[in-house]
């Protein structure tokens, strides 16, 4: 039986909005969501990675499981490889790696990457949402992914690009690129191992160390489109958003 562990990046020094992991929704943090969804999906175990003592006991507290990282990794899928390994499980075939700051991520999407990938025995796999505003197209803080097919609810295209850039010109199957990753384990360990390019620094999309290197991403569509909280105002959006429907 094909085994995936979900592992769940997370740290308190986010740029702009430090000690977001711990930000309270319907009295319970961000991280705790993120971490109930992925256990709601009911793939594999579920782990956050974490670097912060704090995040360590808040989801522990909640009766989850995490494990301590490093403080010097450049990316979330580095701090995911070690926690992969600093767990020593056997006989996992995939890691999923979701996102710590995506508390109304929908649970159907992560089960859908996860049917995907060990249908279609792919190396990496993401996902995307149509993109029904066009502001999106030009707005640099949301990434796009270009598909080599258009996206459908039963096809896995793969991805010819993913760019910040204004799009609103292009005729090109585009999407709104949502930031959750499955890997093959032997696939993440090469991955880890590369060199960051220097397309992915200019852009700060580490994906594109993916294509660079010629490793394929597959491209699933989801059903929406979480809402990340990089900023204040994120996090009062999704606030405002879980709490009405919280009430219902």
């Known amino acids: ?19 977001k992991p711990l930000l309270k929704i319907n009295n319970l943090s961000i991280i705790s969501h993120v971490y109930k969804k992925a256990i709601e999906a009911n793939i594999g175990e579920v782990v956050v990675a974490t670097e912060d003592k704090e995040i360590l006991e808040e989801v522990s507290n909640n009766g989850g499981k995490a ?31 979701l996102q710590g700051d995506e508390p109304n991520i929908n649970k159907d999407d992560i089960i859908s990457l996860n049917k995907f990938m060990i249908e279609q025995n792919t190396e ?6 149509k993109i029904k505003d066009k502001k999106v197209l030009s707005n640099p803080n949301v990434v796009k992914v270009i ?3 258009r996206l459908k609810k039963n096809n896995f295209p793969i991805a010819s690009n993913f760019t910040r850039e204004d799009l ?6 585009i999407y709104h690129h949502i930031g959750i990753y499955a890997y093959k384990v032997n696939i993440l360990e090469k991955f880890v191992s590369l060199d960051q390019t220097n397309n ?17 991403i597959n491209v699933a569509l989801a059903k929406s489109s979480p809402i990340g909280v990089d900023t204040k105002e994120d996090y009062l959006a999704i606030k405002r958003i879980m709490e009405y429907k919280n009430q219902k």
């Not at 990496?124 to 949402?129: D, E, F, M, Y």
Request: no cysteine; net charge positive; glycine share 4%.
């Open 124 to 129: 990496i796999g993401t996902l995307a949402s």
């Open 168 to 173: 609103s010109n292009t005729n090109k199957a």
């Open 1 to 19: 039986m094909t085994k995936t562990l979900i592992l769940i990046p997370s740290r308190m020094a986010a740029t702009r909005l430090p000690g």
């Open 200 to 216: 992915e620094i200019k852009n700060k999309l580490e994906q594109l160390r993916a294509l660079d290197n010629a490793l394929k």
């Open 67 to 97: 494990i301590l990282t490093r403080n010097d990794h450049k990316t979330g899928t580095d701090r995911i490889f070690e926690a992969y390994k600093k767990l020593e499980l056997k006989n996992i075939d995939y890691v999923l790696n």
């Open 147 to 149: 598909t080599k097919d």
